[in-house]
């Protein structure tokens, strides 16, 4: 199939960067740092895994913002989005490939980075209070949340280059812990950088039954009422950008041409 082709190729092309180190890596490297520093720390089992998954949530974006602008970096080094342009394959083609390679490779380190803090936090620490299924569904609570950012900051680093998406991807995650906050009560279903740790919080009060552990609206149902609407519009904004990047995209001629 082409598309198992050009899938091939993307990832013997990030081969020699350090694309997949971070992946790798940088997961690893987190989780043993979270469950040194746990070891000793005095906070109890319920916000351990909670401040963990918050800080997960709130590093993705510029995470993100990194290894996309690595992804297309790659293309402009090797001809200026020619093989990308090109009509052997067809635009279209060329942008899923991209598209898949970002989320598969984000999903497998995000399970790292979780499948590892759980396996410590079980059988090292001893403190783990929730079942492997709350981390299954962790998983792909945060990941599901995060593709609309991989979709916006593929188009950032087509159309404005790696600079535009880091950058991007930095005011994100500083927003997204803003939101994580009080000050992202009411709000944060409205915007993407909130989904996530949002997402997270809720569901994790919902799995521990800890609302008292956590300075949340006294209304339970107010919470789940918000994450309905969260939900929704990350379905919905996350249709949306992929369209509209499957269009414009259509449209692209290269940087500095009239599009």
């Not at 005095?42 to 918050?54: C, D, M």
């Not at 800890?210 to 249709?239: E, M, P, Q, W, Y």
Request: charged share 10%; hydrophobic share 50%; net charge positive.
């Amino acid at each position: 199939m082409r598309i198992l082709r050009l899938l091939k190729s993307d990832f013997i092309k990030m081969k020699h960067t350090p694309f997949y180190w971070i992946h790798i890596c940088l997961p690893i490297i987190g989780a043993i740092i979270f469950l040194k520093y746990y070891s000793f720390s005095n906070w109890n089992s319920v916000n351990k895994i909670s401040g963990y998954l918050e800080v997960l949530s709130i590093t993705f974006p510029v995470v993100i913002g990194i290894v996309c602008s690595m992804v297309i970096e790659q293309e402009v080094m090797a001809g200026k989005f020619k093989e990308m342009l090109s009509i052997e394959y067809g635009k279209g083609m060329c942008l899923l490939s991209k598209i898949l390679i970002l989320l598969i490779t984000g999903l497998f380190s995000l399970s790292v980075a979780v499948g590892i803090f759980s396996a410590g936090f079980q059988f090292v620490l001893r403190q783990n209070t929730l079942p492997l299924n709350f981390y299954l569904n962790i998983i792909f609570i945060i990941f599901g949340a995060q593709i609309f950012f991989y979709l916006f900051h593929l188009w950032l680093s087509i159309k404005f280059g790696s600079g535009a998406s880091i950058g991007m991807g930095i005011v994100e995650s500083l927003l997204s812990a803003l939101l994580s906050t009080g000050l992202g009560d009411g709000i944060w279903q409205w915007i993407p950088c909130g989904w996530s740790v949002k997402f997270c919080d809720n569901f994790f009060i919902k799995a521990s039954n800890s609302i008292d552990n956590f300075n949340k609206l006294a209304d339970i149902n107010i919470v789940f009422s918000n994450s309905a609407i969260g939900i929704r519009n990350c379905v919905l904004f996350t249709i949306a950008v992929g369209i509209y990047l499957g269009v414009w995209f259509n449209f692209f001629e290269g940087r500095g041409e009239k599009q």
